[in-house]
């Protein structure tokens, strides 16, 4: 039996041992180590993958404590204390500025009722940025479905990832017109790392101007575009997620997919300077072909600032399909690029942007030949 590599395979060889046959060649021939090759080609278990994600969750809280908080109408929380504390994760177990905690150690629809009771009596505070951890929460278990069973999202590096304190998550930005990369690298924080971080994602003037959506936006955990609130999440060693291209990224025509454009002036790399945060570039590929733009148009954008007339965007996406495509994501964190901390001056600033920018470029080349096929 001939492969279609052209290696002789020999008879009564299983299939099995085709797969590891190809697969060393494939490693031999694109000079990758085995976990690399491995990490791309085989096809996620989302069902393994969620089991572990639960166990993971379980060991966060202690079932046989429960918290005793009480509020001023007489309501017991009754929720599952945090490991080691006195309270659970609603009550000040953890701080759920930073930590992602379920309050009943579970993700799933028969934790909603207890949730939507906490929810009802606001029972528990919110941080100065607007975060619900109760609404975060249901927003997780929700986006969940598209992360492991409809987008299949591998994740690499996740270790690059600082497990305490400040960090900048700098990433490529797509979409044309839901913003699902934003999404991905939230969940990615929680579903992959052994304790799970929250993202504090800054979106444009949009997502703080359309009516409901502006409220949903903070309270899942999101930031404003403003360095007033990129300053307190990394001044409270949280994680701030970046997008340095802006709108310009996101509205990208197909043609242009994954051709990364200017990283604005830089601004990300000095904030992370002022407390000595590194930076940790994020290559996202599946975010260009959710809603793969067919073209861009300034007449629609001119129409869009007509109704938010503070939009910056000059050019707008114009794509066909209404239900997104199902892209299998790949998720890479390369290496932290440390910060010495004290300003920087701007073209310290320009040059450590074009350097992230320069990584992600790399890995986003190397990550779309692995993947090949995008659906």
């Not at 940025?129 to 969940?144: K, Q, R, S, T, Y």
């Not at 924080?189 to 502006?214: D, K, Q, Y």
Request: hydrophobic content about 45%.
């Amino acid at each position: 039996m001939a492969s279609a590599l052209g290696m002789e395979t020999p008879p009564g060889a299983s299939t099995a041992h085709l797969a590891g046959l190809i697969a060393a060649e494939l490693r031999r021939r694109a000079g990758l180590p085995e976990a690399r090759l491995l990490a791309v080609t085989e096809a996620p278990d989302a069902a393994a993958r969620r089991s572990a994600l639960a166990a993971r969750l379980r060991d966060l809280v202690d079932a046989d404590r429960t918290c005793p908080h009480r509020t001023l109408e007489g309501f017991t929380c009754g929720l599952p204390a945090i490991k080691g504390e006195e309270q659970c994760s609603l009550h000040g177990g953890v701080d759920s500025s930073d930590l992602a905690v379920p309050a009943l150690g579970r993700l799933g629809t028969d934790t909603w009722p207890a949730l939507l009771r906490h929810l009802r009596l606001a029972s528990y505070d919110i941080d100065a940025l607007g975060l619900d951890p109760v609404l975060a929460e249901l927003a997780w278990h929700i986006g969940n479905a598209l992360y492991f069973e409809y987008f299949h999202v591998r994740v690499e590096g996740i270790e690059h990832v600082p497990s305490t304190g400040a960090a900048v998550l700098a990433a490529n930005h797509g979409g044309a017109a839901i913003p699902y990369d934003a999404a991905m690298l939230q969940l990615a924080l929680l579903n992959e790392p052994a304790v799970p971080r929250r993202v504090r994602v800054v979106g444009t003037e949009v997502f703080n101007m359309l009516p409901f959506v502006s409220h949903l936006y903070r309270k899942i955990g999101a930031a404003y575009a403003s360095r007033q609130d990129a300053r307190w999440v990394l001044g409270n060693g949280q994680l701030l997620g970046v997008f340095p291209e802006g709108v310009r990224g996101f509205q990208k025509p197909v043609s242009e997919s994954y051709r990364l454009r200017r990283f604005g002036r830089g601004g990300f790399a000095s904030l992370a300077a002022e407390v000595g945060a590194p930076v940790v570039p994020v290559a996202i590929l599946g975010s260009e072909e959710t809603h793969p733009a067919l073209f861009t148009s300034r007449t629609l954008a001119k129409a869009v600032r007509t109704v938010f007339p503070d939009q910056r965007v000059e050019e707008m996406a114009v794509w066909v399909n209404p239900i997104p495509l199902p892209v299998r994501w790949m998720i890479r964190f390369l290496p932290p690029v440390p910060t010495a901390p004290g300003p920087l001056d701007g073209l310290a600033a320009l040059e450590l942007a074009e350097r992230v920018r320069t990584q992600i470029q790399a890995a986003l080349d190397e990550m779309i030949t692995l993947r090949g096929r995008a659906y």
